[in-house]
């Protein structure tokens, strides 16, 4: 009886089910029964401080100060160690390392996997060699982290 008075029921629900399930990004079957899901981007968030400052601002190196902290001809030598770094005091400026793998303040660089390298300032910072490093902001896009990472990277004294 249902069929007899609307016989494009079974499909009209199937139209109206699959364009809900277009619009909540539900995967469904192609031709092979396989399902395809398309990509939602998910664009890097904009990093505010608590005083509603973006990277972008408070990062005060310049394209020149960029180039000079990136520009290292020397073979690396005086591997002081590894360290697992995340962001530092972003409000704080400069291309610097703070970790437990110095004693005193020195120059240094450090380079992370794929061989981008910065020269650094290298930062005594209390605790045992692996307990983690800070690592500047200037220095983090230098090399191509984004700002929540924990960036693996070799430090070298000089």
Do not use: H
Request: charged content about 15%; glycine content about 10%.
């Amino acid at each position: 009886m249902l069929m007899t008075r609307w016989p494009l029921a079974p499909f009209a629900l199937i139209v109206t089910l699959a364009a809900c399930a277009q619009t909540a990004n539900v995967p469904i079957p192609d031709d092979r029964g396989a399902p395809t899901v398309q990509p939602v981007p998910r664009p890097e968030p904009a990093v505010q401080t608590a005083q509603g400052n973006t990277a972008e601002a408070l990062d005060t190196a310049s394209a020149a100060d960029v180039a000079e902290a990136t520009n290292v001809s020397a073979p690396a030598t005086g591997l002081l160690g590894e360290t697992v770094a995340a962001l530092g005091d972003p409000s704080k400026p400069g291309f610097w390392l703070m970790t437990p793998l110095v004693s005193s303040e020195r120059t240094g660089r450090v380079e992370r996997e794929g061989g981008a390298v910065v020269q650094v300032t290298l930062i005594p910072l209390g605790g045992e060699a692996g307990a983690g490093s800070q690592l500047s902001l200037s220095a983090m896009r230098a090399l191509g982290f984004q700002l929540t990472d924990l960036a693996p990277l070799k430090v070298y004294g000089q």
